[in-house]
């Protein structure tokens, strides 16, 4: 049977209570950088047509649900691609304890970011001049955050463009590419992570590579790697990259084909938080 809001909320907050336990006995060393890319549905659930799917986004459960799932790996950096309205996104950033900033798209799927340590500045679509109206219709940002260790992290948030035609997004790489190459040239600690709707092995992956970018699960990951769709994942699309320092520092680097971010095969009312799972990835400190 469905629950009550009430009865949802006083579950959700016995279970975040347990969990901060959970976290704080058995928390990272503080030496370690852990960053999460996610692609999040706009928070409708995946499938968003069953009943359940539907009843979570009806109690304004969906929020809760991602940010406990989330909660469970710790992380330090996380990216939101395809994000619900900012009010919802507040709430996740509220309750892990995070600051937020959104990127406005160029159609009608904003990015997040959401940091544990201070983001000292933010820019929407990076580049001189107009916003180009045919590219970044998903989203691109670039925002600084200071690190414990005093270092300053450059990060991009991104969305490429869908489509088997890889046109458009070979053009908004370009674009990125040519913005980003201060900061590459200086050999500055970078990360580049999002929903890239591209696989490993096409032109769009060699531009990044060839620029200087590291991709952390081609350099450190297991298996495939496969990060849609969360029911029988087929394809590698959503990344964590790394340049500068901070590339040489990668520890782990995979999909998490797990828990609430996984579909339930066997059950037919199930549904996941994304039709995407997230990619993680960790950094050893400089600390």
Known sequence: MP??????????GASLALANDNLLANEPPESS??????????????????LRAKQAVAEGQMAKRLAMEL???APDIINFSE?????LTREVAEILGMNHVRFPSGGNWPGTLLSRFEIIESQNVPVSGTRPTE??????GRATVQLPSNEKLIVHSAHLFPTADPTVRLKEIQVMIAAMKPDLDAGRSMLLIG???HAPDTEEHKLWIDAGWVDTFAKIGQGEGL???????????????AAGPIADRVAESRPLFEGGFRLNMDDEQSFALSDHLPQLAVFESTQ
């Not at 950088?33 to 069953?50: D, F, H, M, S, T």
């Not at 994000?83 to 009010?87: A, V």
């Not at 849609?228 to 590698?236: G, L, V």
Request: glycine share 4%; hydrophobic share 35%; no cysteine.
């Open 135 to 140: 590219l970044f219709t998903r989203h691109w």
């Open 195 to 197: 929903d890239l709707n």
């Open 83 to 87: 994000s619900p309205s900012e009010n």
């Open 33 to 50: 950088l852990r960053v999460i890319a996610y692609n999040i549905y706009k928070l409708k659930g995946w499938p968003e047509q069953r």
């Open 227 to 241: 990060t849609i769709k969360s029911d029988i994942p087929k394809w590698r699309i959503d990344y964590v990259m």
């Open 71 to 73: 909660d469970l790996y």
């Open 3 to 12: 629950i009550s809001r009430r009865q949802f909320g006083t579950a959700i």
